[in-house]
């Protein structure tokens, strides 16, 4: 069973600081088996989007999870995204078929996947994120990939209009990204957004010969020797991202 920690958000709603997220190796692909074997062996946090092209089995997976337990919805935070909308779809629309797929009444988080089609139009589509809380269809709302200028678009246009503060920003996030997302970091901290970070495995995965490949190394060699149990160059990078104070998802 999963040891859960969770982290507190702005209204008090809490987050389970782990997600398994059912994106890249699962996109496009029935992620039934994955998401009820990763709820079986106690994770409560499942992270998808509409752009994944896999809801409906994400959907199937938690219903059967539900079906085989005495575990309550209200137990299992649901993370989707939103991507884009059709001509005279409303994001509301778009989410009440995202979670006709998910076989939900409800998401715990809705977040704007990426901004770049809609900048300039940042503060108007960003009203429809706030109407779909109100009505009940999201507990809380996010952003996702937003750059420092979309942060500004959208943060005024709430200060202007006496909106909703964007209260999880879930970005790509790792050690060689640091220096990048600094001044969205310090956004963050002053608009208290909890950060959620994606990615976070790339320096073992993607980049393995990198100027931190050695550094991980190392850490994880010495925190071996040290505690004598096998520690791991991704157990170094999951301490990195607790100690951002991160939401993780896989």
């Given at each position: 069973m999963a040891n859960i920690s969770y982290k507190a958000l702005q209204?008090?709603?809490k987050v389970p600081s782990l997600a398994f997220g059912s994106g890249t190796a699962l996109y496009s692909q029935d992620a039934k088996s994955q998401v009820l074997q990763a709820l079986q062996v106690g994770i409560r946090h499942i992270d998808t989007a509409q752009v994944y092209n896999n809801e409906a089995s994400v959907g199937d997976g938690i219903a059967a999870f539900l079906k085989e337990t005495s575990v309550p919805r209200s137990?299992?935070?649901?993370?989707?995204?939103?991507?884009?909308?059709?001509?005279?779809?409303?994001?509301?629309?778009v989410l009440k078929k995202e979670l006709s797929d998910?076989?939900?009444?409800?998401?715990d988080l809705y977040l704007w996947h990426t901004p770049e089609r809609y900048v300039g139009r940042i503060g108007d589509v960003?009203?429809?994120?706030?109407?779909?809380?109100?009505?009940?269809?999201?507990?809380?709302?996010?952003?996702?990939?937003f750059r420092v200028g979309?942060?500004?678009?959208?943060?005024?246009?709430?200060?202007?209009?006496?909106?909703?503060?964007?209260?999880?920003h879930q970005l790509e996030f790792h050690p060689y990204l640091l220096k990048y997302n600094l001044p969205i970091l310090e956004i963050h901290q002053q608009y208290n957004i909890q950060l959620a970070a994606y990615g976070?495995?790339?320096?073992?995965?993607?980049?393995?010969?990198?100027?931190?490949?050695a550094v991980i190394e190392e850490i994880a060699e010495r925190l071996s020797a040290?505690?004598?149990?096998?520690?791991?160059?991704?157990?170094?990078?999951?301490?990195?991202?607790?100690?951002?104070?991160a939401i993780v998802v896989t």
């Open positions: 209204n008090g709603l137990s299992i935070f649901v993370t989707t995204k939103f991507w884009n909308a059709a001509a005279g779809q409303s994001v509301s629309g998910l076989k939900l009444d409800y998401v960003w009203k429809q994120f706030e109407a779909v809380k109100t009505e009940g269809l999201a507990k809380e709302i996010g952003i996702s990939n979309d942060l500004k678009e959208l943060l005024a246009s709430v200060q202007e209009n006496n909106g909703v503060v964007p209260a999880v976070g495995q790339i320096p073992i995965t993607k980049k393995t010969n990198g100027p931190v490949t040290q505690t004598q149990k096998a520690v791991n160059t991704n157990h170094v990078l999951l301490k990195w991202l607790e100690a951002r104070d």
